[in-house]
């Protein structure tokens, strides 16, 4: 037994007599809608790309296929764009980019076998060269503590 209010008979009648909810009315509706809206958009963006295009709006041509054989009026645009690409920051990158360097912890897969298999990946950072030796700083898991 469940709660019902006073709407609850009018709703089985109505199902009983073939009529629908209100509801399903509701999503079929803004279903339709939102299709209509997508096929008009598509429909203005087909009319209105070449227009923008011309225009200079898109940074590319966008031709409707028919060919012009009269040249007057059309205007070839020449864009020369000086973009700097050096700042402070790819400065920092280009000096320590070569200390840099890919970590792969390998570990012996049993006993046994003499084959290593790959517990860990990463990368790390040279913090301090020693003769023959290098030191570097990875995270945590890259290459796990050992368990004794």
Known sequence: MGYYDENHENDQDSKENGHQSR????RGGWFLSGFIGAIVGM???LIFAPILSD?????YQVSTGAQNTNNV???????QMNVNVTTSVTEAVDKVSPAVIAVINL??????????????????????KD??????VTNNHVVPARKS
Do not use: M, W
């Open 23 to 26: 509801e399903t009315h509701a």
């Open 43 to 45: 429909v203005c963006l």
């Open 55 to 59: 225009l200079g709006v898109f940074p």
């Open 73 to 79: 009026g059309n205007t070839t645009f020449n864009r």
């Open 107 to 128: 570990q012996k897969a049993n006993f046994f076998d003499n084959k290593y298999t790959e517990s860990g990946i990463g990368s790390g950072i040279i913090y301090k």
């Open 131 to 136: 003769n023959q030796y290098s030191y570097i």
